[in-house]
């Protein structure tokens, strides 16, 4: 069982806008504003798309968008594109260690 | 670019020591400023920070899997292991290594492609 809770999955039709929410608790993404979102493709290395909350690394296309609220994150695809068919994590600093969600896979239909 | 890539047996027995080797180029694992971690997603998918090294020799390490878990660096060598005792078959997964981020910041920027361990008698 995962420390963060995310959905299943969710799915969009391409040019809509998707949602994954993340939720911890007060002695983690409630406590921190270190909250993280990576990409996976299945037999790939997991890509880093945000962090601190919202901020995207050089690189990451400007329609991924982080947020939070309280103890619970969220990463907004906006503009679905068939390459965002992927798995996605949310990550969290818990006071010494990192915490993970158990992984959303997104279906672009 | 910072490449990093796992190596170890696929296969280790029950209550046997299970130890992974993790190769970094493209960046000096002393030149400081990351940490070095240890990750695993289970077959379910969902991700476990195992532990990460600081090149000095700090660690830290997840409070449910501290009293089996040892990483540790060989800066001459720019590598970095786990060691993982008493495994049972919950422990098997795809193991990453990765690159922490920790200066006002805190990411994991560069993985590894994973290496499944299996538990397995």
């Known amino acids: 069982q995962s420390a963060l809770t995310q959905p299943r999955s969710v799915s969009g039709s391409p040019g809509q806008s998707v949602t994954i929410s993340c939720t911890g608790t007060?002695?983690?993404?409630?406590?921190?504003?270190?909250v993280s979102w990576y990409q996976h493709h299945p037999g790939k290395a997991p890509k880093l798309i945000i962090y601190n909350v919202n901020r995207r690394p050089s690189g990451v296309p400007n329609h991924f968008s982080g947020s939070k609220s309280a103890n619970t994150a969220s990463l907004t695809i906006s503009g679905l594109q068939a390459e965002d068919e992927a798995d996605y994590y949310c990550?969290?600093?818990?006071?010494?260690?990192?915490?993970f969600g158990g992984g959303t896979k997104v279906t672009v239909l | 670019q910072v490449q990093l890539q796992e190596s170890g047996p696929g296969l280790v027995r029950p209550s046997q020591t299970l130890s992974l080797t993790c190769t970094v180029s493209?960046?000096?694992?002393?030149?400081?400023?990351?940490?070095w971690s240890w990750i695993r997603q289970y077959p379910g998918k969902g991700l476990e920070c195992i532990g990460y090294?600081?090149?000095?020799?700090?660690?830290y390490y997840n409070p449910s899997l501290e009293s089996r878990v040892t990483v540790s660096v060989d800066t001459s060598k720019n590598q970095f292991s786990l060691k993982l005792s008493s495994v049972t078959a919950a422990d098997t997964a795809l193991y990453y290594c990765?690159?922490?981020?920790?200066?006002?910041?805190?990411?994991?920027?560069?993985w590894g492609q994973g290496t499944l361990v299996t538990v397995s008698s």
């Open positions: 090294i600081y090149y000095s020799g700090s660690t």
């Open positions: 007060s002695s983690d993404v409630g406590a921190y504003n270190f």
């Open positions: 990765a690159r922490l981020a920790v200066r006002g910041v805190y990411y994991f920027d560069f």
């Open positions: 493209g960046d000096s694992i002393y030149s400081g400023g990351y940490y």
């Open positions: 990550c969290s600093y818990a006071g010494g260690y990192a915490s």
